[in-house]
């Protein structure tokens, strides 16, 4: 139990730390004529200019492992900040929204497919399978939030949500030139993105066995 509130309260904190750094920055483009649309489309492009980067590693590991990184922290800001911008300069559109919903998915996506080619290279075959195994395990996550909040519930729990993986991708290519595997954090990112599928699952039974208790009550 001590564990998990000591995870739990390092997680709030540095949700809460970079909630007040972005409501910052937001404040400052809320004046501006930056939409969401536009901080959307830049971070897709940059992760995607990450994923192009990647598998040149194999010309020099710290050159393109920490570009890669580079790009790929500064997209995921922006993907992060399009929502809150939106909010805060009513400038959100149905257009918007659908688009910040899917953005997310496919530059990680992009980012784990140009790793999975490096690890497919060297002919690492259980990398690969872990690299699917992970985009699969983010799919489930975002889905599993989306139908929770669809039937009316909270579906925003666990290990593993964007802003981890975000954190671990990016690690990972950070630390792999300095001689911590690549695919340790690969593995890392599966099992937390899995098992951050199982908590919401939980959760929302938790959730629903609570409501049919309450109704029962009444």
């Known amino acids: 139990m001590n564990r ?3 995870i739990v309260s ?10 007040r750094l972005a409501s910052r920055s937001i404040t400052r483009l809320a ?6 649309n536009v901080l959307t489309t830049g971070g897709v492009l940059l992760c995607t200019a990450a994923a192009v980067v990647i598998p040149f590693e194999n010309r020099n590991e710290f050159l393109f492992y920490w570009l890669a990184a580079a790009l790929f922290i500064v997209g995921s800001i922006l993907d992060i900040l ?3 911008l939106a909010r805060l300069s009513d400038k959100a559109t149905p257009l918007g929204e659908f688009l910040d919903s899917i953005s997310d998915r496919v530059s990680e996506g992009f980012v784990l497919a140009a790793i999975a080619l490096v690890f497919a ?3 690492d075959d259980i990398a690969v399978v872990f690299c699917v195994a992970a985009v699969a395990g983010s799919l489930l996550v975002s889905h599993a939030r989306a139908k929770a909040a669809l039937i009316g ?3 925003a729990v666990g290990i593993g949500s964007r802003a981890e993986r975000v954190i671990v991708i990016s690690a ?19 099992g937390t993105a899995w098992l951050t599928v199982l908590q919401r699952i939980l ?3 938790k959730q629903l066995r609570k409501e049919a208790n309450g109704f029962d009550q009444r």
Do not use: C, M
């Open 153 to 155: 519930l909270k579906g």
């Open 31 to 36: 004046h501006t004529r930056v939409t969401p």
């Open 10 to 19: 390092v997680k709030q904190g540095y949700t809460d730390g970079t909630r």
């Open 203 to 205: 959760s929302v039974r």
């Open 121 to 123: 290279r060297a002919g």
């Open 82 to 84: 399009d929502g809150a």
């Open 172 to 190: 990972g290519l950070i630390l792999a030139p300095l001689g911590v595997p690549l695919e340790w954090f690969i593995y890392l990112l599966a």
């Open 4 to 6: 998990s509130a000591a």
